[in-house]
């Protein structure tokens, strides 16, 4: 898309997505990109939105998204048209974007199809980075069959179950081919699978390296859902970048993280919403117990990734009806983190994570994704998550919401 017009922000405090300090002046976007910043005139023609002294910071940034999650069922997610799954996921993006992500990055699902029309303009969403379909073993995480059910594995909207090191290869090839950011791979259990223990590992070594292996040779990484601390240690042993969820890590696990420079994304917000709204979107018994496992250790988890040094993302991981309390998840993470600390990690550390060093960030060259919200979130985190609260969203130097 063609973005040749200026746009300013003036009269604004900023946080330019990792200092401690706000600095008052202005921001001037030319061509979707960040021209400069600081006590500046607008230039002739430009956009000019006043911010009245109130904040402006970089766009968010979700680092674990689902466009495709339509329901808690993994089942279902398989099972509809991809027709409907991609309009409902468009959707999804369009409040994301609303909400003031100006990007995400979905680790399981989203296709070429989706993310043209993103970047064709028919659909108005944050930018989107995806991974395709996840890979899971058979009765893995990814694997939505039921015990009894006596059927083939449908999959290929979040999931794909994929065993055996030469598939895998082939797999992660195909996915580079249509696009994909990344790769994502099931990595242990989880709470909507109904087959698979939370904390076993899964994935052999070889398969895990090979994974790894063919994503770096295309200058990308492997991401991998993993709660318990065997499956942490196995994963990132085998090259896996990031955690996703790491709800049950521990002092050692944490260790090796750091020591690897792997990266922990939380997800505080999809356990919580499941525990208070189970019952509106039919979450099966199974699930409901999983999700009591892993619940109350979310924020631990945070707190022994921190002591260890190692870098903390953001991500939401909403399925279903329960996307709406995707901004609630900076209010759980600043139960155990600083206010600076959580707008550092759904900007420039969720940027570290993508590797886009032009997200994330306020400054020249950076990419004019930017939010305005209704007062200072470092003395008043509430201006986040409060949607009552007017808050302005530019994408690409255009005003958007």
């Known amino acids: 898309m063609s973005h040749s017009r200026s746009l300013a922000v003036v009269n604004a405090l900023i946080f330019d997505g990792s200092s401690p300090d706000l600095t008052p002046g202005a921001v001037e976007i030319v061509g979707g ?56 996921g468009a959707a999804r993006l369009r409040s994301a974007l609303g909400r003031g992500f100006t990007t995400v990055r979905d680790v399981a699902g989203g296709d070429i199809g989706l993310a043209n029309a993103i970047e064709r303009g028919y659909v108005v ?3 989107y980075l995806y991974t395709g379909a996840a890979l899971s073993q058979t009765g893995g995480h990814g ?25 895998l290869r082939r797999a992660v090839r195909e996915r580079f081919r249509t696009g994909a950011h990344a790769i994502k791979v099931m990595a242990s259990g989880g709470v909507v699978s109904l087959t ?15 994974v790894v292996e ?32 790491g709800n049950l890590l521990d002092e050692g696990s944490a260790g090796v993280m750091a020591e690897h420079g792997a990266y922990l994304v939380p997800t505080l917000v999809a356990y919580d919403a499941m525990e208070r709204r189970g019952g509106e979107v ?27 040094g190692v870098a903390i993302g953001w991500g939401s991981d909403l399925m279903g009806e329960l996307e709406d309390d995707q901004l609630l998840g900076l209010r759980l993470q600043l139960e155990v983190e600083s206010p600076l600390d959580v707008l550092r990690s ?27 919200v209704d007062g200072n ?3 008043d985190p509430s201006v986040l998550w409060d949607e009552s609260r007017p808050r302005t969203v530019i994408q690409r130097g255009r005003v958007v919401m």
């Not at 109130?54 to 997610?77: C, Q, R």
């Not at 990484?221 to 994963?235: F, K, L, R, T």
Request: overall charge negative.
């Open 377 to 379: 979130p470092l003395a």
């Open 282 to 308: 039919d979450m099966s018994p199974i699930s409901k117990a999983k999700n009591k496992e892993v619940l109350d250790s979310g924020l631990r988890a945070i707190e022994v990734a921190r002591a260890a």
């Open 196 to 210: 698979d223990p939370i904390r076993v590992p899964q994935y052999s070594q070889d398969e895990l390296r090979a």
């Open 143 to 167: 694997d939505a069959r039921p015990a009894d059910f006596d059927l083939c594995c449908p999959g290929g909207h979040m999931c794909e179950v994929v065993d055996g090191v030469d598939d």
């Open 33 to 88: 990109t960040v021209a400069a910043v600081g006590d500046l005139t607008p230039a002739a023609g430009a956009t000019v939105v006043d911010a009245g002294g109130k904040v402006v910071m970089p766009g968010l940034i979700d680092a674990h998204f689902h466009a495709y999650g339509t329901s808690l069922s993994a089942l279902e997610n398989e099972s509809m048209s991809l027709s409907y799954v991609s309009l409902v």
């Open 346 to 372: 759904v900007t420039s550390v969720n940027a570290e994570i993508i590797r886009r060093p032009d997200l994330g960030r306020i400054g020249v060259g950076a990419a004019g994704d930017l939010l305005l």
């Open 125 to 127: 969403a944050p930018r």
């Open 214 to 245: 063919e994503a770096g040779r295309r200058g990308s990484y492997v991401a991998a859902h993993a709660y318990s601390p065997e499956s942490i240690v196995h994963a990132v042993s085998n090259g896996i970048r990031t955690v996703e969820h």
